[in-house]
């Protein structure tokens, strides 16, 4: 074990690979990885709740933007949402523009098993249903053979 320059013992990234006992977790660790990576602006301003014990909506302040502003779709396990509005600003003269036009994309990284099951668009608020499907438990039972 190594001391930083305060007499502390360093931290090491630890990653699933290194760990013994998890085995095969490297995609794991990408997803993790590009989740830390993706953007922390806040707009649009989010909730995250769970409906069901199986079931979670996201829900998005998109006020302003119509249904033909927005796009949702699902890259590698990744909800992408973008919104862009049309700027219909030409030939208006604001003496104060509080409520800009504002293009945005948010990412959520879905786990294995969760799937988009719809999404709505209500008082300028956009709801994405999710769903995680449980899947059956299996039991397998390996032969030894001996040499």
């Known amino acids: 074990m190594s001391l930083n320059r305060k007499g502390l013992p360093e931290m090491t990234k630890l990653t699933f690979a290194a760990h013994p006992f998890l085995l095969g977790f490297d995609q794991l660790e990408r997803l993790v990885e590009r989740t830390a990576k993706s953007g922390t602006d806040g707009y649009p301003p989010f909730n995250i709740e769970q409906s069901a014990e ?66 709505s668009i209500e008082n300028g608020l956009l709801n994405i249903d999710l769903r995680r499907a449980v899947p059956e438990t299996v039991v397998q039972t390996i032969s030894i053979r001996s040499k």
């Open 54 to 119: 199986n079931q979670f909506r996201i829900t998005l302040a998109v006020a302003g933007f119509r249904e033909g502003d927005l796009a949702i779709t699902v890259e590698d396990r990744q909800l992408v949402i973008r919104g862009r509005q049309a700027d219909e600003a030409e030939g208006r003269i604001f003496l104060h523009r509080g409520i800009a036009a504002r293009a945005f994309q948010k990412a959520f990284v879905l786990a294995e098993g969760v799937e988009v099951s719809g999404a």
